[in-house]
């Protein structure tokens, strides 16, 4: 089992950038890390995966080119920073894990965090 814990979102101003982060505990190394997002009245989208080496990333299209998900397997952590925040990125961000490869499916992932709120401003 893989247990995880993000870390406080922020207010941001548009244009300006936010890294989170999340904590797991378990066997973290096995483990495709995701991060989701769901912002007010929408349903959970695919932000950005990353495998379990950390070779590989993948990303939504909403996100591509300014966020950028890694991890570090030897502090069991995965990050997510945020740049050039637009106020339509503004939502309850999920660190999510899963055995296997990447997916942006989210029900294809076992393990949740507790969401943290990032909020954009204009």
């Known amino acids: 089992q893989v247990q995880l814990v993000e870390s406080e979102g922020g207010l941001v101003q548009a244009g300006g950038s936010l890294r989170l982060s999340c904590a797991a505990s378990g066997r973290f190394s096995a483990y495709t890390m995701g991060w989701f997002r769901q912002g007010p009245g929408k349903e959970r989208e695919f932000v950005a995966a990353i495998d379990w080496s950390g070779a590989s990333t993948f990303y939504g299209n909403s996100v591509k080119g300014r966020f950028t998900i890694s991890r570090d397997n030897a502090k069991n952590m995965v990050y997510l920073q945020m740049n050039s925040l637009k106020p339509e990125d503004t939502a309850v961000y999920y660190c999510?894990?899963?055995?296997?490869?990447?997916?942006?499916?989210?029900?294809?992932?076992?393990?949740w965090g507790q969401g943290t709120q990032v909020t954009v401003s204009s």
């Open positions: 999510a894990a899963r055995l296997g490869p990447y997916s942006a499916l989210r029900g294809s992932y076992s393990y």
